[in-house]
Protein backbone atom coordinates (compact mmCIF):
# COMPACT_ATOMS: atom_id res chain seq x y z
CA UNK A 1 0.00 0.00 0.00
CA UNK A 2 1.33 3.30 -0.75
CA UNK A 3 2.36 6.20 1.58
CA UNK A 4 -0.66 8.53 2.65
CA UNK A 5 -3.46 5.70 2.54
CA UNK A 6 -4.32 3.67 5.25
CA UNK A 7 -5.55 0.17 4.57
CA UNK A 8 -8.14 -0.14 7.55
CA UNK A 9 -11.63 0.40 6.83
CA UNK A 10 -13.53 2.94 7.35
CA UNK A 11 -16.60 1.84 8.17
CA UNK A 12 -19.61 2.96 10.56
CA UNK A 13 -17.71 4.57 13.73
CA UNK A 14 -14.18 4.33 12.21
CA UNK A 15 -12.74 7.11 10.64
CA UNK A 16 -9.30 5.96 8.46
CA UNK A 17 -7.08 8.68 7.16
CA UNK A 18 -6.83 8.62 3.94
CA UNK A 19 -4.52 11.59 2.59
CA UNK A 20 -1.23 12.17 4.13
CA UNK A 21 0.13 15.40 5.73
CA UNK A 22 -0.97 18.62 4.00
CA UNK A 23 -2.45 21.98 4.32
CA UNK A 24 -6.15 23.53 5.53
CA UNK A 25 -6.72 24.33 2.10
CA UNK A 26 -6.63 20.25 0.79
CA UNK A 27 -9.89 19.50 -0.63
CA UNK A 28 -10.42 16.19 -2.33
CA UNK A 29 -12.44 14.90 -5.26
CA UNK A 30 -14.84 12.60 -4.49
CA UNK A 31 -16.88 9.84 -6.68
CA UNK A 32 -18.74 6.84 -6.89
CA UNK A 33 -19.10 4.02 -9.99
CA UNK A 34 -21.99 1.69 -10.72
CA UNK A 35 -20.06 -1.10 -9.22
CA UNK A 36 -20.55 0.61 -5.85
CA UNK A 37 -17.07 1.47 -5.08
CA UNK A 38 -16.06 5.14 -3.99
CA UNK A 39 -13.17 6.73 -5.64
CA UNK A 40 -11.08 9.66 -4.17
CA UNK A 41 -8.30 12.33 -5.61
CA UNK A 42 -6.43 14.33 -3.98
CA UNK A 43 -3.48 16.95 -3.47
CA UNK A 44 -0.46 15.82 -1.46
CA UNK A 45 2.57 17.27 -0.79
CA UNK A 46 5.73 15.40 -1.93
CA UNK A 47 8.99 17.05 -0.31
CA UNK A 48 9.68 20.23 -2.43
CA UNK A 49 7.30 18.85 -5.58
CA UNK A 50 3.56 18.17 -5.30
CA UNK A 51 1.57 15.42 -6.45
CA UNK A 52 -1.97 13.99 -7.41
CA UNK A 53 -2.78 10.89 -6.23
CA UNK A 54 -5.39 8.11 -6.26
CA UNK A 55 -7.93 5.91 -3.71
CA UNK A 56 -9.83 3.39 -4.51
CA UNK A 57 -12.67 2.90 -1.40
CA UNK A 58 -15.06 -0.68 -1.31
CA UNK A 59 -18.31 -0.77 0.48
CA UNK A 60 -17.11 -1.28 4.44
CA UNK A 61 -15.02 1.93 3.81
CA UNK A 62 -11.79 0.05 3.13
CA UNK A 63 -8.85 1.69 1.22
CA UNK A 64 -8.01 -1.03 -1.34
CA UNK A 65 -6.26 0.41 -4.14
CA UNK A 66 -3.72 3.34 -4.13
CA UNK A 67 -1.70 5.12 -7.06
CA UNK A 68 0.10 8.45 -7.61
CA UNK A 69 -1.02 10.11 -10.91
CA UNK A 70 1.00 12.70 -11.06
CA UNK A 71 4.24 13.65 -9.31
CA UNK A 72 6.97 16.00 -9.48
CA UNK A 73 5.05 19.22 -10.29
CA UNK A 74 6.42 22.59 -9.03
CA UNK A 75 2.94 23.22 -7.46
CA UNK A 76 -0.42 21.64 -7.32
CA UNK A 77 -3.59 23.40 -6.12
CA UNK A 78 -4.66 21.53 -2.87
CA UNK A 79 -8.16 21.74 -3.88
CA UNK A 80 -9.20 18.66 -6.94
CA UNK A 81 -12.44 17.48 -8.13
CA UNK A 82 -13.22 13.92 -9.37
CA UNK A 83 -16.40 13.10 -11.68
CA UNK A 84 -17.59 10.16 -13.39
CA UNK A 85 -19.36 9.83 -16.67
CA UNK A 86 -22.44 8.46 -16.15
CA UNK A 87 -23.56 4.75 -18.01
CA UNK A 88 -20.00 4.09 -18.96
CA UNK A 89 -18.34 5.04 -15.55
CA UNK A 90 -15.28 6.92 -16.86
CA UNK A 91 -13.39 8.74 -14.52
CA UNK A 92 -12.35 12.16 -14.81
CA UNK A 93 -10.21 14.20 -12.62
CA UNK A 94 -9.95 17.75 -12.43
CA UNK A 95 -6.87 19.85 -11.16
CA UNK A 96 -5.02 23.06 -11.33
CA UNK A 97 -0.70 23.82 -11.34
CA UNK A 98 2.01 24.27 -12.58
CA UNK A 99 4.28 21.09 -13.84
CA UNK A 100 7.26 23.28 -14.21
CA UNK A 101 9.04 26.10 -14.65
CA UNK A 102 10.27 25.73 -18.29
CA UNK A 103 9.31 28.46 -20.45
CA UNK A 104 6.58 27.22 -22.62
CA UNK A 105 5.61 24.84 -19.94
CA UNK A 106 1.94 22.90 -21.23
CA UNK A 107 0.61 23.18 -17.86
CA UNK A 108 0.99 26.86 -16.01
CA UNK A 109 -1.81 26.99 -14.13
CA UNK A 110 -4.59 26.04 -16.28
CA UNK A 111 -6.97 23.41 -15.50
CA UNK A 112 -6.16 20.16 -16.15
CA UNK A 113 -7.31 16.99 -16.36
CA UNK A 114 -7.08 12.99 -16.36
CA UNK A 115 -9.17 9.97 -17.60
CA UNK A 116 -9.68 6.86 -16.61
CA UNK A 117 -12.16 3.65 -17.78
CA UNK A 118 -10.90 1.33 -16.28
CA UNK A 119 -12.15 1.91 -12.68
CA UNK A 120 -9.09 3.87 -11.75
CA UNK A 121 -6.74 1.42 -12.43
CA UNK A 122 -4.91 3.64 -15.42
CA UNK A 123 -5.33 6.93 -16.48
CA UNK A 124 -4.37 8.97 -19.94
CA UNK A 125 -2.13 12.24 -19.51
CA UNK A 126 -3.00 15.17 -18.22
CA UNK A 127 -5.09 17.52 -20.70
CA UNK A 128 -5.57 21.16 -20.52
CA UNK A 129 -9.53 21.92 -19.16
CA UNK A 130 -9.19 25.74 -19.23
CA UNK A 131 -8.16 28.48 -21.89
CA UNK A 132 -6.13 30.36 -19.41
CA UNK A 133 -4.24 30.01 -16.06
CA UNK A 134 -4.81 30.87 -12.50
CA UNK A 135 -7.57 28.37 -12.03
CA UNK A 136 -7.83 27.36 -8.15
CA UNK A 137 -11.14 26.30 -6.29
CA UNK A 138 -11.96 24.14 -8.76
CA UNK A 139 -15.39 22.55 -9.29
CA UNK A 140 -16.19 20.00 -11.80
CA UNK A 141 -19.36 18.18 -13.26
CA UNK A 142 -20.07 15.70 -16.66
CA UNK A 143 -23.03 16.08 -18.65
CA UNK A 144 -25.44 13.25 -19.03
CA UNK A 145 -28.16 14.40 -21.85
CA UNK A 146 -28.70 15.11 -25.32
CA UNK A 147 -30.26 18.86 -25.52
CA UNK A 148 -27.76 21.08 -27.35
CA UNK A 149 -28.95 23.44 -24.57
CA UNK A 150 -27.90 21.22 -21.94
CA UNK A 151 -24.09 19.28 -21.84
CA UNK A 152 -24.19 16.32 -24.00
CA UNK A 153 -23.83 13.22 -22.76
CA UNK A 154 -19.98 12.38 -21.84
CA UNK A 155 -19.65 16.63 -21.73
CA UNK A 156 -17.09 17.40 -19.11
CA UNK A 157 -17.24 20.79 -17.92
CA UNK A 158 -14.90 22.56 -15.14
CA UNK A 159 -15.96 25.56 -13.31
CA UNK A 160 -12.96 28.27 -11.15
CA UNK A 161 -11.74 31.36 -9.28
CA UNK A 162 -9.61 32.93 -11.22
CA UNK A 163 -6.41 33.90 -8.83
CA UNK A 164 -4.10 35.90 -10.88
CA UNK A 165 -3.26 38.89 -11.09
CA UNK A 166 -5.60 39.90 -13.84
CA UNK A 167 -8.55 37.97 -12.25
CA UNK A 168 -12.06 38.33 -13.64
CA UNK A 169 -13.87 36.13 -11.24
CA UNK A 170 -15.71 33.03 -11.80
CA UNK A 171 -14.95 31.05 -15.08
CA UNK A 172 -16.66 27.90 -16.49
CA UNK A 173 -15.72 25.98 -19.77
CA UNK A 174 -15.38 23.30 -21.63
CA UNK A 175 -12.40 21.45 -22.88
CA UNK A 176 -12.38 24.25 -26.20
CA UNK A 177 -13.82 27.38 -24.37
CA UNK A 178 -13.76 29.38 -21.37
CA UNK A 179 -17.04 31.46 -20.33
CA UNK A 180 -16.88 33.77 -17.03
CA UNK A 181 -19.84 33.40 -14.98
CA UNK A 182 -19.43 36.58 -12.72
CA UNK A 183 -17.09 39.55 -13.52
CA UNK A 184 -16.65 40.63 -9.89
CA UNK A 185 -12.74 40.39 -9.83
CA UNK A 186 -10.98 39.43 -6.44
CA UNK A 187 -13.26 38.03 -3.83
CA UNK A 188 -14.90 35.11 -5.53
CA UNK A 189 -14.11 31.21 -4.99
CA UNK A 190 -15.45 27.83 -4.38
CA UNK A 191 -17.35 26.89 -6.93
CA UNK A 192 -19.38 23.75 -7.51
CA UNK A 193 -21.15 22.35 -10.53
CA UNK A 194 -23.41 19.86 -11.06
CA UNK A 195 -25.20 18.18 -13.72
CA UNK A 196 -28.90 17.13 -13.22
CA UNK A 197 -31.14 14.15 -14.94
CA UNK A 198 -32.32 16.64 -17.30
CA UNK A 199 -28.08 17.30 -18.34
CA UNK A 200 -28.64 21.02 -17.70
CA UNK A 201 -25.72 22.42 -15.99
CA UNK A 202 -25.56 24.65 -12.49
CA UNK A 203 -22.64 26.23 -10.94
CA UNK A 204 -22.74 27.76 -7.80
CA UNK A 205 -19.59 30.25 -6.15
CA UNK A 206 -19.61 32.17 -2.68
CA UNK A 207 -18.60 36.09 -3.43
CA UNK A 208 -17.42 38.32 -0.21
CA UNK A 209 -17.30 41.38 -2.45
CA UNK A 210 -18.90 44.46 -0.55
CA UNK A 211 -22.64 45.15 -1.49
CA UNK A 212 -22.59 41.56 -3.73
CA UNK A 213 -21.89 38.73 -0.56
CA UNK A 214 -23.31 35.57 -0.56
CA UNK A 215 -24.20 32.95 -2.47
CA UNK A 216 -25.06 32.79 -6.34
CA UNK A 217 -25.87 30.40 -8.84
CA UNK A 218 -26.72 30.32 -12.72
CA UNK A 219 -27.55 27.85 -15.25
CA UNK A 220 -24.77 27.07 -17.57
CA UNK A 221 -24.84 25.45 -21.05
CA UNK A 222 -22.11 24.57 -23.90
CA UNK A 223 -21.69 28.03 -25.37
CA UNK A 224 -21.97 29.76 -22.22
CA UNK A 225 -23.91 30.86 -19.04
CA UNK A 226 -27.81 31.72 -18.97
CA UNK A 227 -29.15 34.75 -17.45
CA UNK A 228 -29.93 35.25 -14.53
CA UNK A 229 -27.66 35.35 -11.60
CA UNK A 230 -29.50 34.14 -8.95
CA UNK A 231 -28.80 35.08 -5.06
CA UNK A 232 -29.23 32.33 -2.67
CA UNK A 233 -32.34 33.92 -0.52
CA UNK A 234 -30.90 34.96 3.21
CA UNK A 235 -27.38 33.58 2.00
CA UNK A 236 -26.23 37.40 2.93
CA UNK A 237 -27.13 40.13 5.33
CA UNK A 238 -26.75 44.03 6.28
CA UNK A 239 -27.53 44.47 2.10
CA UNK A 240 -25.45 42.06 1.11
CA UNK A 241 -22.42 43.58 3.04
CA UNK A 242 -22.29 40.52 5.56
CA UNK A 243 -21.84 37.09 4.65
CA UNK A 244 -19.78 34.00 7.02
CA UNK A 245 -17.75 32.60 4.49
CA UNK A 246 -17.88 29.01 3.44
CA UNK A 247 -13.75 27.04 2.96
CA UNK A 248 -15.62 24.47 1.02
CA UNK A 249 -17.07 23.94 -2.29
CA UNK A 250 -20.31 25.46 -2.82
CA UNK A 251 -22.63 22.88 -1.12
CA UNK A 252 -24.87 22.37 -4.35
CA UNK A 253 -25.93 19.18 -5.36
CA UNK A 254 -28.65 17.37 -7.74
CA UNK A 255 -31.43 15.01 -6.88
CA UNK A 256 -31.79 11.27 -8.22
CA UNK A 257 -33.97 11.08 -10.78
CA UNK A 258 -34.70 14.65 -10.56
CA UNK A 259 -34.43 18.03 -12.62
CA UNK A 260 -32.35 21.11 -10.80
CA UNK A 261 -30.15 21.94 -8.14
CA UNK A 262 -29.90 22.70 -4.34
CA UNK A 263 -27.75 24.24 -2.06
CA UNK A 264 -28.02 23.95 1.42
CA UNK A 265 -26.06 27.47 3.53
CA UNK A 266 -26.36 28.82 6.83
CA UNK A 267 -28.56 31.94 7.48
CA UNK A 268 -27.56 34.14 10.13
CA UNK A 269 -24.43 36.36 10.75
CA UNK A 270 -21.99 36.21 12.68
CA UNK A 271 -23.07 33.11 13.74
CA UNK A 272 -25.41 30.74 11.50
CA UNK A 273 -29.36 30.11 13.29
CA UNK A 274 -30.96 28.21 10.42
CA UNK A 275 -29.89 25.94 7.91
CA UNK A 276 -31.43 26.68 4.94
CA UNK A 277 -32.36 24.37 1.61
CA UNK A 278 -33.03 26.56 -1.91
CA UNK A 279 -34.04 24.88 -4.97
CA UNK A 280 -31.54 27.09 -7.35
CA UNK A 281 -33.70 29.53 -9.25
CA UNK A 282 -36.96 30.04 -6.67
CA UNK A 283 -37.55 32.94 -4.99
CA UNK A 284 -37.66 31.28 -1.47
CA UNK A 285 -35.47 29.31 0.33
CA UNK A 286 -36.69 26.52 2.93
CA UNK A 287 -35.38 26.18 6.41
CA UNK A 288 -34.67 22.70 6.72
CA UNK A 289 -32.91 22.37 10.36
CA UNK A 290 -33.93 25.13 12.93
CA UNK A 291 -33.17 25.24 17.11
CA UNK A 292 -30.38 24.71 18.94
CA UNK A 293 -28.38 21.79 16.59
CA UNK A 294 -28.57 24.68 13.30
CA UNK A 295 -26.79 27.63 16.12
CA UNK A 296 -23.69 28.09 15.09
CA UNK A 297 -23.23 25.53 12.53
CA UNK A 298 -19.91 25.83 9.79
CA UNK A 299 -19.13 23.66 7.38
CA UNK A 300 -22.14 22.89 6.12
CA UNK A 301 -22.03 20.30 3.19
CA UNK A 302 -24.66 18.49 0.93
CA UNK A 303 -24.64 15.51 -0.75
CA UNK A 304 -27.22 13.80 -3.08
CA UNK A 305 -28.91 10.22 -1.62
CA UNK A 306 -31.01 8.07 -3.25
CA UNK A 307 -34.51 8.48 -4.21
CA UNK A 308 -34.40 12.07 -4.51
CA UNK A 309 -33.25 12.24 -0.64
CA UNK A 310 -30.41 14.60 0.23
CA UNK A 311 -27.31 14.44 2.85
CA UNK A 312 -27.32 17.56 5.05
CA UNK A 313 -24.19 17.66 7.30
CA UNK A 314 -22.34 20.33 9.13
CA UNK A 315 -19.78 21.43 12.34
CA UNK A 316 -21.15 22.37 15.52
CA UNK A 317 -19.34 22.77 18.96
CA UNK A 318 -16.42 20.03 17.60
CA UNK A 319 -18.99 17.30 16.79
CA UNK A 320 -20.27 16.40 13.01
CA UNK A 321 -23.83 16.68 12.82
CA UNK A 322 -25.59 13.93 9.56
CA UNK A 323 -29.34 14.18 8.76
CA UNK A 324 -30.97 13.27 5.83
CA UNK A 325 -34.30 14.63 4.19
CA UNK A 326 -37.40 13.13 2.53
CA UNK A 327 -37.74 11.59 -1.00
CA UNK A 328 -39.44 15.10 -1.45
CA UNK A 329 -36.59 17.20 0.10
CA UNK A 330 -38.84 18.82 2.21
CA UNK A 331 -38.07 18.37 5.36
CA UNK A 332 -35.22 16.57 6.97
CA UNK A 333 -35.38 13.29 9.17
CA UNK A 334 -33.08 12.69 12.81
CA UNK A 335 -30.12 14.10 13.22
CA UNK A 336 -27.37 11.64 13.93
CA UNK A 337 -23.82 13.14 16.00
CA UNK A 338 -20.65 11.76 14.78
CA UNK A 339 -17.47 12.36 16.74
CA UNK A 340 -14.43 14.07 14.81
CA UNK A 341 -11.38 11.86 14.18
CA UNK A 342 -9.21 11.49 17.06
CA UNK A 343 -7.22 13.88 17.89
CA UNK A 344 -8.15 16.55 15.92
CA UNK A 345 -7.78 20.25 16.77
CA UNK A 346 -9.77 21.83 13.95
CA UNK A 347 -11.82 21.21 10.83
CA UNK A 348 -11.00 22.53 7.93
CA UNK A 349 -12.71 20.74 5.15
CA UNK A 350 -16.06 18.69 5.47
CA UNK A 351 -17.52 16.87 2.34
CA UNK A 352 -19.06 13.45 1.70
CA UNK A 353 -20.91 11.40 -0.59
CA UNK A 354 -24.21 10.00 -0.50
CA UNK A 355 -25.25 8.18 -3.17
CA UNK A 356 -25.18 4.38 -1.37
CA UNK A 357 -27.47 3.74 2.01
CA UNK A 358 -24.97 5.25 3.86
CA UNK A 359 -23.19 8.82 4.09
CA UNK A 360 -19.34 8.44 3.26
CA UNK A 361 -18.28 11.24 5.18
CA UNK A 362 -14.57 13.21 4.73
CA UNK A 363 -13.13 15.66 7.00
CA UNK A 364 -10.05 17.41 6.89
CA UNK A 365 -8.60 18.45 10.28
CA UNK A 366 -5.67 18.63 12.16
CA UNK A 367 -3.74 20.89 14.39
CA UNK A 368 -1.47 22.92 11.97
CA UNK A 369 0.12 22.53 8.82
CA UNK A 370 2.40 19.47 9.84
CA UNK A 371 -0.48 17.28 11.00
CA UNK A 372 -3.38 18.19 8.55
CA UNK A 373 -4.97 15.19 7.40
CA UNK A 374 -8.16 14.18 5.64
CA UNK A 375 -10.44 11.15 7.51
CA UNK A 376 -12.96 9.15 6.23
CA UNK A 377 -16.05 7.49 7.74
CA UNK A 378 -19.70 5.79 7.26
CA UNK A 379 -22.27 6.89 8.90
CA UNK A 380 -25.66 5.27 8.87
CA UNK A 381 -29.37 6.96 9.33
Known sequence: MAAGVAASAGGP????????????????????TSDGRLHVAYHQKAGATAALRYARINKRGKAVAASTLESGWTTINPSVDLTHTPGNGKLHVFFSGIRSTVVGELFDGELAMKESDTGGSSWTPPIPASEDGDAAYIGAGIGAGADPRKAGAGTRVGAWGDSGANANGFNFGGLNATYNLATVGVGIGMPEVVVDNQGRVYGAWQQINSGGKGIYARELTNTGPLSPVWHAPGSSANGRNSFRYQQERTALAGRAGKAGAWVAYGK???????????RVGANKAKAIVTGKRA????????????????????????RYLV???????????????????????????????????????????????????????????
Open 268 to 278: GYPQTRKILLW
Open 295 to 318: RGAKHISIATGRQGRLWIFWEKGG
Open 323 to 381: TRTNKKAAKAGRIRVVKPPKGWKSTHRLFGEGAAKRLDLFAHVGKNAATNRTFHTQVRL
Open 13 to 32: GKWTAITGKGPNTVEAGVAR
